[in-house]
Structures are given as C-alpha cells and as structure tokens.
C-alpha cells in the first residue's frame, strides 16, 4: 500500500435500520413544511374575511299596568333594567322593568310613613 492510496469506502453495505430512518426524516420534514403552510393559509384567511354585520335588536313592547289619569314621575335607565315612578291618585309606585326580557320585574309601592 503506497502513500497515497485511499481505502475505497464505496463498497461497504449500508447499515440495516439506516434507509428507513433516512425516509423518516424526509416525511417529517415534508409534513411540518405541508403543516406550515396551512397554518399560514388559515391564518391569512380569518384576516381577509369580513365579519357578519349582527342584526340589529327586534324592538320589543312592553306594557306597564297603571291606573286611568295615572302620570309617570320619572324614568330611570341602568343598563338592562329601567325603573318608572309612577304616581296615581296619591299613591306613588316604582315599577322595574328588565328591558331585554321585556317583562316587569317588580312594583314598589311607596306609602307615606304611618300610615
């Protein structure tokens, strides 16, 4: 053997598990770059589409029980709840009214003390 000879390494078999782990890592490699682009696809598709415009709120009625010449003092609004004074032959009664279920809540009746 001279100096510059070279043992000749084409010739040895490869190993038995070495093929399979080779394609392993290529599938692997293929599915996160597929796995990749999806994710970026999804993510491009939710910014470009729009959003449903939301229907606006179906007006509802709601009718209060007063007696005849009865006049409505004030009306206060606190989010969904809305409470009404209401005055009638002198008595005074606070009526709360929950305005999305659209149904009276309660009545306060208010009487002077001793009575």
Same mark, same amino acid.
């Given at each position: ?16 598990? %070495?093929?399979? %782990? ?9 599915? %996160? ?6 994710? %970026?696809?999804?993510?491009?598709? #939710?910014?470009?589409?729009? #959003? ?36 009638? @032959? ?10 999305? #279920?659209?149904?009276?809540? @309660? ?9």
């Amino acid at each position: 053997m001279t100096d510059n000879q070279q043992p000749d390494m084409g010739d040895t078999p490869p190993q038995p598990g %070495l093929r399979f %782990l080779e394609w392993t890592v290529y599938i692997m490699g293929g599915l %996160l770059v597929i796995m990749l682009v999806v994710l %970026l696809g999804g993510i491009a598709w #939710k910014a470009t589409r729009g #959003k449903a415009p939301e229907e606006p709120p179906k007006a509802s009625l709601v009718e209060i029980g007063v007696p005849a010449g009865a006049t409505i003092g004030s009306v206060t609004l606190d989010g969904n709840t809305m409470a009404v004074q209401v005055t009638a @032959s002198g008595t005074q009664e606070v009526v709360v009214v929950d305005t999305k #279920k659209g149904v009276v809540v @309660s009545r306060v009746r208010l009487k002077p003390e001793g009575q």
